[in-house]
Nanobody, 133 residues
């Protein structure tokens, strides 16, 4: 059974940095996930995309994180990272790692379309990020 396991969340002061990690396990057939993304959900709000990496390592970012967040894969494609810099009071949320076998689901503006999280069938358990001002 495929599992996505996140780590790296926590509490930081405004202006600080955190790095989230996600590891895929249990992909016994080795099919891989060509699209991996980070989503977040704050209390009372819809789940929204933060960033994704798809085919040929093309990346897409939501406006909220452009210039501050960097998504990347590890040398093993089953690992995913999100470096978050200059965190601000709008960033606190539960951050989720998500995956889709098809790279196209991470390509382009669709990723940041409301409700697009429904296209992803594999999810991590979530990791809380808190920012204090």
């Amino acid at each position: 059974q495929v599992q996505l396991t996140e780590s790296g969340g926590g509490s930081v002061e405004a202006g600080g940095s955190l790095k989230l990690s996600c590891v895929v396990s249990g992909d016994i057939h080795g099919e891989g996930f060509n699209c991996m993304a980070w989503f977040r959900q704050a209390p009372g709000k819809e789940r929204e995309a933060v960033a994704g990496v798809g085919d040929r390592e093309a990346t897409t970012y939501a406006d909220s994180g452009k210039g501050r967040f960097t998504i990347s894969r590890g040398s093993a494609r089953g690992t995913l990272y999100l470096q978050m810099n200059t965190l601000n009071p709008a960033d606190p949320a539960m951050y989720f790692c998500a995956a889709n076998r098809l790279g196209r689901f991470c390509d382009g503006a669709d990723l940041v379309r409301p409700g697009y999280w429904l296209e992803f069938g594999y999810w991590g358990q979530g990791n809380q990020v808190t920012v204090s001002s």
